[in-house]
């Protein structure tokens, strides 16, 4: 309940915010697309959230039409794992512009990174395609989603854990703890005997960027670590007949982990605003010009009222 509203709201105004840059460079920089990406990423993810809200409100009866049980599957899983992936090119492209600057000039282009883009996306979405072919099951008299139909279907999903596991999260992770473990030995080593104001500038940008990748590294970690962790043991249970008393609170701890699987996507907007220069100036243009605005509709208002008045 609170995190889809504030996320589908930031995710939409970073997204608007990262269109109204104000110069095209930096709205064709490969980090601002990569960014762009994990923001429509992100919104997308928030969208599949009320759908999960109203069938755990109704205690597990799914009210909506089969093909909306398979879209929501198959979007929240798309939408879980591009994120995923677009914070670790981002992490990518971050150490590259560290540790090699003349290489990320030339290689990371905008039709580079729009294309690697299109290709993460091409990529998990046809590999979440087996999920569109999980809808509505019908378990003690009700209609259920988010749910196997069958002991083997069962088990077909635990494979697709496992390679999602390791394609989608811990590979990922092993990206992200080498680039960014890189990036603080980089940031972090003596920058000569220099002392002047360019000088401490840099020492407190590297300091902010130190927190940065801290920050990445422990929401990836809170986020999706043990949503996938819980997820495992749950299939494991079910398909290992553990005992109910076990395998229902797998479940629902499987709720609780997905819940800080979305709250992902609320914190994304902050890394966009902390790490992005330019973001942070457009997004006080944007509030100065909305200020502006209501000030001349006042204004407006109050030259009207006195022209009725007279």
């Known amino acids: 309940m609170l995190v889809f509203p504030v996320a589908f709201i930031c995710n939409i105004g970073a997204l608007v915010v990262f269109f109204l840059q104000s110069s095209r460079g930096r709205r064709n920089s490969a980090s601002c697309i990569v960014m762009m990406n994990l923001a429509l990423s992100d919104g997308s993810f928030s969208l599949t959230l009320p759908l999960r809200l109203a069938y755990y409100f109704k205690d ?24 995923i992936l677009f914070l670790t090119l981002l992490s990518v492209l971050r150490w590259m512009a560290v540790a090699q600057p003349l290489r990320h000039r030339s290689l990371a282009t905008p039709t580079r990174t729009i294309l690697v883009c299109v290709g993460l996306w091409l990529f998990v979405g046809m590999s979440s395609a087996p999920f569109l072919s999980q809808g509505v099951t ?9 749910e196997p139909s069958s002991p083997s279907s069962w088990k077909h999903v635990l494979i697709l854990n496992y390679v999602a596991l390791v394609l989608g999260f811990l590979l ?14 980089l940031l972090t080593a003596p920058a000569g005997l220099q002392c002047s104001s360019a000088n401490k500038t840099r020492h407190r940008n590297r300091r902010r960027s130190v927190h940065l990748v801290t920050m990445v590294t422990a929401t990836f970690l809170v986020s999706f670590l043990p949503y996938h962790v819980i997820r495992s043991l749950h299939l494991h249970a079910v398909c290992g007949r553990w005992g109910c008393v076990v395998t229902v609170a797998l479940q629902r701890a499987v709720v609780v982990t997905l819940c800080l699987a979305a709250c992902n996507s609320v914190v994304n907007p902050l890394l966009y605003y902390y790490s992005t220069r330019s973001f942070r100036d457009n997004m006080r ?20 009222r006195r022209r009725n008045t007279t």
């Not at 799914?62 to 794992?81: E, Q, S």
């Not at 019908?138 to 988010?146: A, E, K, L, N, V």
């Not at 502006?292 to 030259?303: D, E, I, K, W």
């Open 172 to 185: 990922p992770f092993l990206i992200l703890i080498v680039c960014y473990s890189r990036i603080i030995q």
């Open 138 to 146: 019908t378990r003690d008299g009700s209609p259920r989603c988010f």
């Open 60 to 83: 597990g009866v799914w009210d909506f039409p089969d093909w909306l049980c398979r879209l929501c599957v198959y979007g929240f899983y798309v939408n879980l794992y591009t994120s």
């Open 285 to 304: 243009d944007a509030h100065s010009s909305l200020l502006s605005n209501r000030g001349s509709f006042r204004s407006g208002l109050t030259r009207l």
